[in-house]
């Protein structure tokens, strides 16, 4: 029997900037991307039998409609085996948060798959696949952290500093769709070299819409810029804030309104779930 478990991690958007909008609906952004050691954990059996499962399903999430399931669909034609796969979900990451914890599950099916099942794709033709099902995808996909250009998918690797982060999440989910047709959002951002990115005290366009229609946020927003540049990853809902020490992160943690829901961690440029099938494929060769 075949089980190979994985992290499934956050990212942080560094910063967002929206620079336009294509005739497809869709917005050109530029933003830099770091995955943070928050995960989510997804175990995979390989099966006799040629179905997927998953367990638990999330609640308010249909079997078909869970991009885990959905992921493990667009591998299927490639794979190599006759076998299906037993797949068992920890959720730690919250929906509707700006943390991509949906398309970070995504991308750790198709990383595990490719593996299991035999596909061999290698990691541009697994990314291009992993863009149907969401934006962030690819990054998860590529696991290194990067500065993204086009609708998050041209990306170019980087290496930003790695504090630790505060990490808030305000009382509330935000569905990404709703932010990005606001009227009021800002689309004109001009655009920078990337070049310049990683020495950019950035910004995200999408900050002010979101304190907008959620006063939870605007109010989280508020507490932690007492303490320093606070910031809006991805649509929200969740904020972050960088510390050079854990202890000063910690001291901030413990004053924090007992109603958010508050992590310590700790910014990676390689992502964790890279890290653990290397090492996966690595017990395989010995
Ligand atoms: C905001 C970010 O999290 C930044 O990392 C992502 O761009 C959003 O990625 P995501 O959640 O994977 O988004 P998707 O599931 O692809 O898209 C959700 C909805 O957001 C809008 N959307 C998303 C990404 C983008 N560049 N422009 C958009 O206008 C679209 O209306 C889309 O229907
Ligand atoms: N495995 C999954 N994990 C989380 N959400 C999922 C999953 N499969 C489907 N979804 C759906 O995707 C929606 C977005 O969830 P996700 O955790 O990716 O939010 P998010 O962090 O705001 O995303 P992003 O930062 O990409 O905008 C959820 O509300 C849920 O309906």
Redesign the pocket.
């Known amino acids: 029997m075949t089980l190979l478990t994985l992290p499934s991690p956050a990212?942080l958007?560094l910063f967002?900037h929206i620079t336009g909008?294509r005739d497809d609906?869709?917005?050109?952004?530029q933003?830099l991307?770091q995955f943070i050691d928050v995960c989510d954990e997804l175990s995979f059996t390989l099966t006799d039998n040629p179905d997927i499962s998953l367990i638990p399903e999330i609640e308010g999430v249909a079997h078909e409609d869970n991009l885990i399931v959905k992921a493990a669909r667009i591998l299927e034609p490639y794979k190599q085996a006759h076998q299906g796969v037993a797949i068992s979900l920890t959720k730690v990451l919250p929906m509707g948060g700006?943390i991509?914890g949906?398309?970070s599950n995504a991308a750790t099916t198709l990383l595990a798959l490719n593996q299991l099942w035999q596909c061999h794709l290698p990691l541009e033709q697994l990314a291009q696949l992993g863009k149907q099902?969401?934006?962030?995808?690819p990054?998860f996909v590529f696991g290194h952290s990067a500065y993204?250009e086009g609708?998050?998918e041209k990306l170019t690797q980087t290496d930003p500093e790695t504090p630790y982060y505060l990490l808030l999440k305000p009382n509330c989910e935000v569905p990404?769709?709703q932010?990005?047709?606001d009227k009021y959002l800002t689309r004109d951002t001009p655009a920078i070299r990337i070049s310049h990115a990683l020495k950019l005290e950035g910004h995200n366009d999408?900050l002010e819409v979101v304190r907008r229609l959620y006063p939870e946020v605007d109010e989280a927003f508020l507490w932690l810029t007492q303490f320093g540049d606070a910031k809006l990853?991805?649509?929200g809902a969740c904020l972050f804030l960088a510390f050079e020490s854990i202890d000063d992160a910690e001291r901030v943690r413990a004053s924090a309104p007992a109603k958010w829901q508050t992590w310590i961690c700790r910014g990676c440029n390689t992502s964790p779930t890279h890290d653990a099938l290397n090492q996966w494929i690595a017990s395989q060769h010995t």
């Open positions: 990212k958007n967002l909008r609906g869709y917005h050109e952004l933003t991307f700006g991509g949906g398309s099902l969401g934006a962030d995808v990054i993204a609708i998050g990404t769709g932010i990005f047709t999408c990853t991805g649509t």
